[in-house]
């Protein structure tokens, strides 16, 4: 056992330099290139250093252009999004799993739900555009908010779906004896076991809304609901590519989301196994 | 899990076919999902309804769209780049992500560097698209590219190598950012696989005198199985969706090696301006996959209860 | 208790009422608006337009909200802004080969007509040709021929396609002959003789058309008839993928302008085709480029047909049919235009029009393009063909020419398939 262990473990190591290399690299490029000054990207030799360090980027991204504007839309509609999304998802996870329903519909649900996701969504970013205009929601966040949990939906129930099957019927059950409704028992006693798995769903829907981009485009046409990273691809412009602001575009984009998934690393953990292996 | 034959005699209360939990259920479930069929129809019946339309939108065209559509030999490019794009793509993200959270699972013990590899992993998936083709784009460009730069420098290559410009390196440097996007969502879903299988059956094997790999065989790989399915769903969906990195870092090119369906997609839309055909195409694409999902489903059933 | 139950719901509903912003409103017809939108493109082109805007705040205390987009997602925008018929901009900024779509779908209100703006004769009438529609020159889009000309996009930026060579080490190239001896005379490593600007579809075409036509050829005749694949095209073609390539350097298919602008400023190439944006924001930008006062700028080399032929890019300012405001816009376009804007334009490093201005001497020191932007507009540069099906065929032309670029297709299969693409294309067109 030991021996087959540090062979393990030699192995080990270059496998996770490598993957240090990799991932850690375009990360450390990213960031480096956000501190570079602009004359420094017309260099004829790279540097891998920033060679004087500047925060200028930041404030380029955020005041000068106001990109603070699309970034607070984009808490506001990726925020709203989960709400949303874990709304619907409960209105559907909750009867299938705490509810006698036949597996037929039970697994129609979940494969209906699945289904969802292979919507390519340049096929029907026209047609939901229609739809906008006549709602009147164009340049509106609810029109991204709405469209973001429908594409969410499918992550949310299938998520919800594991955690609450998790949960056995006979508490609901003992606390119906008590004489609770089923609102009252749901409110008291299954949220507050559920709450890490939604708290997990919450956290992934909210990284996959984050970065967004076809339809922030679209149904959106001024900094009244913009979202960032609409703002973040007009820095790749005809003439240039203002590097340094993008990569500092970059980084605050993926500030949020990561500081989050870095918080609810435990429930992420147990949620992303869909709920699938569960063997009680 | 409750036996659904045997209802409680208590709940049969209300009359008729349904019990009253399924009433309840049915009244619950009935108005979200009527609502959100209704907003994932509706486009679609729009997009089909503009698919018999001319370009502007106007007279009736029967199925002339249909025919223009699959007449275009640049569909088939469209979709064979495509195809090549998903095979690269998809074996290679399993495999890997597979093979590390095997990896890790087996060798690392410490829980901080753990956290730290799932922080890591993280990272790739809440990166805007466009920053991540940047990225690539300051990888892989030539002249400023910093991978050729790292070539030259350390010895492995005399001149610099045109990853852009030419086919044979164009599909796979735009497949590699895919794969360094998505490698560390595959591990982290079969890693947390590996989390829930009892330790009571690999210590059982272990004893037994099971090799790493027929612990893995016999014992993970039922676990991990219906994730794996899951993970392929989820992939390839997003296969055929991918726009973002490949229009920064190639746009389609060279000439259209990289013309994968939704660029191709946006092209019809957005260049032509045949909203008619696009819409055609669109209806196509959902038909299909619809048709190759419930194909699959019914083969590979993914739910085991 | 009951009522309890529907607060989370409430709150969710308010929340989502309460994220709604009211639409920017617009103002009535007449009434002077409190404020104006102008969809703009992201980059050096509008960084003046930019600047100016707060002028015209404190002139007349309207404010003037610029939201920008890149080049391919202002199209976009402008598209679908114009199908929905949506007010959301009451001003939107124009690439000239834009103006025959959006003129043959009738998105633009008529500026002559209605708001009274005039030909100036101090702005050269190719610039305001190239904003009037149906064309006054040129072949007419058949749905268009007999409709009265109107101008409906005034341009902002005085954009002619040039060229550009490090004068401190040779003399001015007068044909494209000399263009490639130069360059294969002055190969050194890391320097290159040419930058062949070839990325996929509008960039190559963009580098390309002005070596068509000063080779002769050009994509369509006076009746639309595809010529892309005659003999003077065929030769403008290989001259680009086959003696222009071997000069370049290597990844010229994926090159974009911000590339080869680039490689210009830091001494690294020595001739290559250039818009006046590049020059101001990087090639003459002394933060960034190396080579500021040894680079000169001259009108397109003349080819085998004995004429150099510039390309007009301008961009323009224009009114969209929904805008409730189009008297203050008209009124902004004015203002804009007139010659003491146009001069604190420049300063701030917009790029004009007006004859007076690039003409004037003091000018000319600090912005060394302005003589050849005037002798170009002087020799009346030719346009991008006035089709709405200019987007399309700039695609299949861009892709085949990228394709024979890249060594993927012989430079006569590659103009072969373009032109049959392109004929199939028109004829669906109704051309």
């Known amino acids: ?214 339809f922030a485009l679209i149904l959106t046409s001024t900094p009244n609901a913009q979202t960032f990273p609409v703002g973040v691809q007009g820095l790749v412009t005809q003439f240039e590519v203002i590097w340094n602001d993008m990569a500092a575009a970059g980084t605050i984009a993926l500030a949020l989301p990561l500081v989050l998934m870095i918080l609810a690393r435990r429930y992420v953990v147990a949620g992303l196994t869909f709920g699938v292996v569960r063997e009680k | ?231 392929v769903f989820f992939r390839l969906a997003d296969v055929l969706r991918v726009f973002d990195h490949v229009f920064v870092l190639t746009g389609g090119g060279p000439g259209n090696t990289t013309q994968l369906l939704s660029l191709y997609l946006y092209r019809i839309e957005f260049k032509y301006f045949d909203s008619g055909q696009a819409a055609a195409l669109a209806v196509m694409v959902l038909v299909a996959v619809s048709i190759a999902y419930s194909l699959v489903t019914r083969a590979l059933p993914v739910e085991r209860r | ?85 949506s007010p959301t901009y009451d001003l939107v900024m124009m690439d000239d080969p834009w103006m025959p779509k959006f003129g043959t779908d009738e998105s633009l209100q008529p500026l002559d007509s209605t708001y009274g703006i005039k030909r100036d004769s101090d702005i050269p009438d190719v610039v305001y040709d190239v904003g009037t529609w149906p064309p006054p020159r040129g072949p007419v889009p058949p749905k268009a021929k007999g409709k009265a000309a109107h101008l409906i996009g005034v341009t902002i930026v005085g954009n002619v396609e040039m060229f550009m060579y490090r004068s401190d080490m040779g003399p001015a190239p007068k044909t494209w002959d000399e263009v490639k001896a130069n360059a294969d005379k002055n190969k050194k490593p890391n320097f290159w003789g040419y930058v062949v600007r070839g990325k996929a579809t509008n960039p190559i075409v963009a580098d390309f058309l002005p070596i068509l036509w000063s080779f002769g050829g050009d994509v369509f005749d006076q009746n639309w008839n595809v010529t892309i694949d005659n003999a003077a095209s065929l030769k403008a073609v290989k001259f680009l993928v086959q003696d222009l390539k071997a000069a370049a350097p290597p990844g010229s298919e994926s090159i974009d302008a911000a590339d080869r602008s680039r490689l210009m400023a830091i001494g690294q190439a020595y001739q290559s085709t250039v818009w006046p944006g590049e020059i101001t924001e990087i090639v003459e930008n002394s933060t960034v480029s190396q080579v500021k006062g040894k680079v000169s700028y001259i009108p397109m080399p003349a080819g085998p047909s004995g004429k150099g032929i510039g390309m007009m890019g301008n961009w323009l300012l224009g009114v969209p049919k929904a805008s409730s405001n189009g008297q203050a816009a008209a009124d902004f376009i004015t203002w804009l235009t007139s010659s003491d804007t146009q001069k604190t334009y420049v300063e701030k490093g917009g790029i004009p029009a007006r004859k ?39 695609t299949i032309l861009g892709t085949n020419l990228n394709a024979a670029l890249a060594g993927l297709a012989t430079p006569e299969d590659a103009t072969k398939k373009a032109a049959d693409q392109i004929r199939t294309l028109m004829k669906g067109a109704g051309y």
Request: hydrophobic share 55%; aromatic share 12%; glycine share 6%.
């Open chain 3, 356 to 394: 007076s201005i690039l003409n004037d001497a003091s000018l000319n020191q600090k912005n060394p393009y302005f003589a050849a932007l005037a002798k170009s507009l002087e020799a009346v540069p030719n346009w991008r063909p006035r089709t709405d099906q200019w987007n399309a065929v700039e």
């Open chain 2, 1 to 231: 899990m409750a036996n659904v034959t045997a209802r409680p005699a208590l709940s049969r209360v209300g009359a008729g076919r349904f019990t009253r939990q399924e009433r309840l259920a049915y009244t619950m479930l009935a108005p979200v999902f009527g609502t959100i069929l209704v907003i994932v129809t509706y486009p679609f019946l729009l997009a089909v309804v503009q698919s018999v339309q001319d370009a502007a939108g106007r007279e009736f065209v029967g199925a002339s769209n249909y025919a223009n559509a699959l007449a275009n030999p640049l569909l088939y490019e469209a979709l064979g780049a495509t195809g090549t794009y998903a095979a690269l793509v998809m074996p290679t993200e399993i495999v890997l992500g597979l093979g590390l959270a095997l990896l890790v699972h087996r060798v690392v013990r410490s829980t901080g560097v753990r956290a730290l590899l799932f922080v890591l992993a993280t990272i790739p998936l809440v990166l805007p698209p466009i920053a991540v083709g940047v990225i690539a784009r300051l990888i892989y460009a030539p002249g400023y590219g910093v991978l050729n730069h790292l070539l030259i420098v350390t010895g492995i290559v005399r001149d610099e190598i045109n990853w852009l410009g030419q086919p044979t390196t164009a599909m796979p440097a735009v497949a590699s950012v895919d794969i360094w996007q998505w490698t560390p969502f595959v591990y982290l879903v079969l890693f947390s696989g590996l989390l829930t299988v009892p330790r009571e059956e690999i210590e059982a094997a272990q004893v037994d005198g099971a090799s790493g790999w027929q612990q893995f065989w016999h014992i993970e790989l039922n676990y991990l199985r219906p994730l794996v399915l899951l993970i």
């Open chain 1, 1 to 214: 056992m030991r021996r087959s262990r540090s062979w393990r473990a030699v192995l080990a190591t270059p496998v996770f330099a490598v993957i240090a290399i990799l991932y850690a690299f375009p990360l450390y490029w990213l960031l480096a290139t956000s501190l570079k000054s602009k004359a420094e990207l017309y260099q004829t030799t790279l540097t891998l250093f920033p060679e004087a360090p500047t925060l200028q980027p930041y404030v380029s991204v955020l005041v000068e252009r106001g990109f603070w504007v699309l970034l607070r839309n984009s808490v506001v509609v990726c925020g709203l999004s989960v709400l949303v999304a874990l709304v619907l998802g409960l209105l559907i996870t909750y009867p299938i799993t705490r509810l006698e329903v036949s597996p037929r519909v039970r697994v129609g649900i979940l494969n209906w739900a699945l289904s969802l996701r292979f919507l390519p969504p340049i096929a029907i970013v026209v047609p939901y555009f229609a739809v906008v205009r006549t709602l009147g929601l164009y340049d509106q966040p609810q029109a991204l908010i709405f469209i973001y949990s429908l594409f969410n939906l499918p992550f949310t129930i299938w998520m919800l779906k594991g955690f609450l099957s998790e949960i056995p019927r006979e508490i609901e059950e003992a606390a119906f004896t008590d004489g609770a409704s089923r609102w009252t028992a749901f409110r008291l006693v299954l949220l507050p076991l559920a709450w890490p798995g939604l708290f997990a769903a919450a956290v992934i829907v909210f990284t996959f809304t984050w970065s967004e981009f076809l």
């Open chain 3, 1 to 85: 208790m009951r009522r309890l139950q529907w607060a989370p719901a409430l709150v969710v509903a308010a929340l989502l009422i309460g994220a709604c912003q009211p639409a920017t409103p617009g103002g009535n017809i007449g009434q002077k608006p409190a404020k104006l939108t102008i969809a703009a493109v992201q980059g050096n082109e509008d960084a003046a337009l930019k600047a100016v805007a707060p002028l015209y705040e404190q002139k007349t205390g309207i404010k003037i909200e610029i939201v920008e987009f890149p080049y391919d997602q202002l199209f976009e925008k402008l598209v679908t802004t114009f199908k929905a018929n």
